[in-house]
């Protein structure tokens, strides 16, 4: 089993930045895929980014250039640094993990962008 827990989420300005931790525990040996998603009000779920475990990155177009996806795996962590944040980033912001096929999530953490 594997459990995923998010923190780091708040309010913060237009502008300004914000990074979100995802700690693992468990049997997270050989789950190499790690995504971030998000969902706002209202919205489907939506992919933000992917990281792999040769530390290769990939980033929704909407994010792209602004948001940052990192792992220590040393301390079974993922990371998302944010920055430039904007209004419509406001949502819930979740890891996911993926081992053998089968996915694993938080519960969130909520991210409020004022302008």
């Known amino acids: 089993q594997v459990q995923l827990v998010e923190s780091g989420g708040g309010l913060a300005q237009a502008g300004g930045s914000l990074r979100l931790s995802c700690a693992a525990s468990g049997s997270t040996f050989n789950m190499n895929l790690m995504d971030w998603y998000r969902q706002g009000p209202g919205n489907e779920r939506e992919w933000v980014a992917r990281?792999?475990?040769?530390?290769?990155?990939y980033y929704a177009d909407s994010v792209k250039g602004r948001f940052t996806i990192s792992r220590d795996n040393a301390k079974n962590t993922l990371y998302l640094q944010m920055n430039s944040l904007k209004p419509e980033d406001t949502a819930v912001y979740y890891c996911?993990?993926?081992?053998?096929?089968?996915?694993?999530w938080g519960r969130g953490t909520q991210v409020t962008v004022s302008s």
């Open positions: 990281i792999n475990g040769i530390g290769e990155t």
């Open positions: 996911r993990g993926e081992k053998y096929g089968n996915p694993y």
